[in-house]
């Protein structure tokens, strides 16, 4: 199944499916980099789509369908400040992402490996590798935070 | 001569390095990539009249010959390291080119040293629990090793040695850096100087009437960190001096040898001493905790922050001389500098993490793998087929 499918299957957002990185703003889209944006298919900002459905849930940002080998994967994104302060309201997100995958959204939970990245807005980054706080964004599967993603 | 800056070209495995001091300046990177060559040379074209008074008072001629003054200046073999022809070795100090064989010609020798250099294998002035004299060591031993050494017995023999209590000491360190070093480096024991037979030693007690414990029973840590605690001392003069004598640089190789990071902690509260002082500071290391109180002290000077907030990494009482020391060093200028495998150096003072820089962004390595590592968990986690999600 590609992106757009999964995402057009999945009633909550169905109608916030945009080609390529469209769905993301402008200086957000400017900060995810891919060697060949051709395999970036397509996006969709669950954040917006979901804002009325569930005003008050730590929403989850952005969905990105990415070429990777012979199939697409679901790259997950979310845009927010990098200080430590902000590790609890990550944590809740990534939960609320992976629920909502896990209950509403089965089609691209399926395309859905390893990618779950966090992405600094502009403010400089206060989270070290070797600090406590990094260890436990991995040890749920959290990457980042980072300034730019390289996707491959 | 007030050096803002030295380069070194094709010295040994340096190419270039070209650092400009700050107040603070911390060299990073891999083994072997010319760290102590550098803040040797520092030594030398600082301390050049110093070096050479020392070397002869000690009976040790070069023949004003500059491979023969490498050997006994690095250790022996190092005279390898400088290379002549079209591709030259050269110094660089303030951008202006010196002739090195200067550095072997007898100068006007000086009493004075300028730079007080603490070696890594500063343990080695240590035999027996009391420090070695400078013609103890053999050639083949740098001078550095050998000077910080001589210097360690004559603080024992002119200053401290007649005192038996050397651990706590009122007159040098400052409550709160007794309170903590007690704490996480001596564990409560005192640093004593015994007598065994006629011999004087330094040993550990718990109490004055407990039995001694030698140096060879001492931990690897306590090992390390007592001849860099002698440093300290002669450093942090008593009564109401602030520097000791002409000394205007401290080069400490390494200040986290053998040590935890609670103890790295106060040995870096130490260094914020040393700065407050109006001491400019190098040193070199291999951890990142040093990095850490560097991208702290940057991050609360880009902030504006108040400069207690840098008391709150070290976890001290917030006294008011402790609040004169954070807000003095919250002034001071900080530079950290990458040696890399190649042989050349990088600026890393700004330690972004999110730096597309590698080096930058990996603090010269010391936090690249801890990152390599997070990125494997959480690949982990996430596979196979989501199982993080259950948490």
Not at chain 2, 371 to 390: I, T
Request: net charge positive; charged share 25%; proline share 5%.
């Amino acid at each position: 199944m590609t992106f757009r499918l999964a995402v057009e299957s999945t009633p909550s957002v169905a109608a916030f499916y945009r080609p390529g990185l469209q769905a993301l703003s402008k200086h957000d889209a400017q900060r995810i980099h891919c060697a060949n944006s051709r395999r970036l298919t397509g996006s969709v900002n669950v954040d917006v789509a979901l804002r009325a459905a569930q005003p008050h849930a730590k929403r989850w940002d952005y969905g990105i369908g990415l070429r990777r080998g012979n199939g697409e994967v679901a790259v997950w994104v979310e845009v927010h400040p990098a200080s430590s302060t902000s590790i609890a309201v990550m944590l809740d997100k990534l939960r609320w992402l992976k629920n909502w995958l896990q209950t509403q959204a089965p089609a691209l939970h399926k395309l859905t490996q390893d990618d779950f990245y966090w992405l600094s807005t502009g403010a400089p980054i206060a989270i070290t590798a070797n600090s406590k706080h990094a260890k436990r964004l991995a040890s749920v599967g959290l990457r980042g935070p980072l300034r730019v993603l390289a996707l491959k | 001569m007030n050096i803002t800056s030295l380069k070194l070209e094709r010295i040994g495995q340096i190419q270039t390095a070209d650092i400009s001091f700050g107040d603070l300046t911390v060299l990073v990177g891999p083994q072997a990539t010319g760290k102590s060559i550098f803040l040797q040379f520092l030594k030398l074209v600082a301390d050049t009249g110093y070096v050479h008074d020392q070397l002869r008072k000690h009976g040790i001629d070069w023949k004003r010959s500059l491979p023969e003054f490498l050997d006994v200046y690095l250790g022996e073999g190092m005279r390898e390291l400088w290379h002549n022809g079209e591709q030259a070795s050269t110094i660089t100090v303030n951008n202006e080119p010196i002739d090195a064989t200067d550095l072997a010609r007898p100068l006007r020798r000086s009493k004075k040293a300028l730079v007080f250099y603490i070696p890594a294998q500063r343990v080695l002035s240590l035999a027996n629990g009391w420090p070695r004299p400078f013609t103890a060591f053999s050639s083949e031993d740098p001078f550095s090793v050998r000077d910080f050494s001589e210097t360690f017995r004559i603080l024992m023999e002119q200053e401290l040695g007649r005192t038996d209590a050397l651990f706590p000491k009122t007159n040098r360190l400052k409550k709160e850096y007794r309170d903590l070093l007690s704490q996480h480096v001596f564990g409560g024991f005192g640093l004593r100087v015994d007598r065994h037979g006629s011999q004087k030693r330094l040993v550990l007690r718990h109490t004055d009437t407990s039995k001694p414990i030698p140096y060879m029973a001492w931990s690897a840590g306590q090992r390390e960190f007592v001849p860099l605690l002698m440093g300290l001392y002669w450093l942090l003069p008593p009564a109401k001096v602030k520097r000791r004598g002409e000394i205007e640089w401290v080069v400490i190789e390494e200040p986290e040898m053998g040590l935890h990071p609670n103890a790295i902690s106060v040995v870096l509260l130490l260094v914020m001493e040393l700065l407050w002082r109006g001491y400019r500071v190098c040193l070199s290391t291999h951890s990142p905790h040093v990095l850490d109180v560097v991208w702290a002290l940057r991050t609360i000077q880009q902030r504006n922050a108040d400069s207690t907030r840098l008391l709150d990494v070290f976890e001290v009482v917030k006294t008011e001389p402790m609040k004169r020391v954070a807000n003095d060093v919250c002034k001071k200028k900080v530079r950290v500098y990458y040696f890399d495998r190649d042989g050349w150096t990088k600026d890393i003072s700004n330690l972004d993490p999110g730096s597309q820089d590698a080096s930058e962004a990996g603090w010269g390595g010391l936090s690249e793998f801890s990152g390599r590592v997070n990125d494997v968990v959480a690949s982990v986690v996430n596979h196979p087929q989501l199982p993080g999600f259950d948490q």
